[in-house]
T-cell receptor
């Protein structure tokens, strides 16, 4: 049974880069697609993008090139980097398994952007 | 992006009631629609895909249908554990997009 767990700093300063990692157990990141979704009171649920088992990526154009996703097959995890953050990026960030349909979700991690 | 208009944003219901939630897509998305359930402090859970197919283990009191770009999600015989927020999500076009959610309250 696949399980996902997000980790990363809970507080990030404006203009800095938010970095999150998702540890995968019960499955291999060499299979399937892996995505990030965030949820904020103001914008609801927003799909950020995916990284495939081959390392190819697809990002939401709304994030204007600030997003980078990657795989670390040696640690069986994948990661998200969001650059030049503002307070609008404050949200609960979820890692999920799936390309466009998130079949399995991590519990989520709150990332707050504040000085 | 495909815009998903979900209604109502909240509703009050009682145990045993039948509850209906609708989602309208801004363009044709065929049957490429998921429904999720989210409880406070928890991640959303996939209940239904392809507009009407139940995910494994999801009770049959949940059902879904589609007519053109209008999607309907129904709970027949509301149970205490069904009080939650429900979201639709289209996956026909990237980026996938979500409705605004419907909170089902007592």
């Amino acid at each position: 049974q696949v399980q996902l767990q997000e980790s990363g700093p809970g507080l990030v300063k404006p203009s800095e880069t938010l970095s999150l990692t998702c540890a995968v157990s019960g499955d291999s990141v060499r299979s399937f697609f892996w995505s990030w979704i965030r949820q904020s009171p103001g914008k609801g649920l927003e799909w950020i993008g995916y990284v495939s088992h081959t390392g190819s990526t697809n990002y939401n154009p709304s994030l204007r090139g600030r997003v980078t996703m990657s795989l670390d097959t040696s640690k069986n995890q994948f990661s998200l980097k969001l650059a030049s953050v503002t307070t609008a990026d404050t949200a609960v960030y979820y890692c999920t398994r799936g390309k466009a349909t998130p079949y399995v979700w991590g519990p989520g991690t709150l990332a707050t952007v504040s000085s | 992006d495909v815009h998903m208009t979900q209604s109502p944003s909240s509703l009050s219901a009682s145990i045993g009631d039948t509850v209906t939630i609708t989602c309208q897509a801004s363009q044709d998305i065929r049957s490429s629609l998921n429904w999720f359930q989210q409880k406070p402090g928890k991640a959303p859970k996939l209940l239904m895909y392809g507009a009407s197919s139940l995910e494994t283990g999801v009770p049959s009191r949940f059902s879904g249908s589609v007519s053109g770009t209008d999607f309907t999600f129904t709970i027949t015989g509301l149970q205490p554990e069904d009080f939650a927020t429900y979201y639709c999500q289209q996956y026909d076009n990237l980026p996938p997009t979500f409705g605004g959610g419907t909170k089902v309250e007592i």
